[in-house]
């Protein structure tokens, strides 16, 4: 098993930054790819952006590709998500996602943390 820990959400007024964490721990060995999405209220779940274990190489949903990076934090099994230029539109709740090798899906989520972004 993988457990995932979020934090870093809270509120921000339009075109500012937040950084969000997950700290992910237990079989962290077992992880293949970690991601972000968000949900916000009424609508789907969304994807937001993957990052791979391996290389580190990423994706971006277009909704947020040059605002949104994802990066990896190596000794803490961290990923983290600096997010800029923050609209209205960004409000949700935010969790991250974890893939283990050999499994197409993704097998583990966060609890999540909410983003509000309003002035």
């Known amino acids: 098993q993988v457990q995932l820990v979020e934090s870093g959400g809270g509120l921000v007024q339009p075109g500012g930054s937040l950084r969000l964490s997950c700290a992910a721990s237990?079989?962290?060995?077992?992880?293949?790819?970690m991601g972000w999405f968000r949900q916000a209220p009424g609508k789907e779940r969304e994807f937001l952006a993957t990052?791979?274990?391996?290389?580190?190489?990423?994706n971006y949903a277009d909704s947020v590709k040059g605002r949104f990076t994802i990066s990896r934090d190596n000794a803490k099994n961290t990923v983290l998500l600096q997010m800029n230029s923050l609209k209205p539109e960004d409000t949700a709740v935010y969790y991250c996602?974890?893939?283990?090798?050999?499994?197409?899906?993704?097998?583990?989520w966060g609890q999540g943390t909410q983003v509000t972004v309003s002035s």
């Open positions: 996602a974890a893939k283990a090798k050999g499994v197409g899906t993704w097998s583990y």
């Open positions: 237990g079989r962290t060995f077992s992880i293949y790819a």
């Open positions: 990052i791979y274990w391996s290389d580190e190489s990423t």
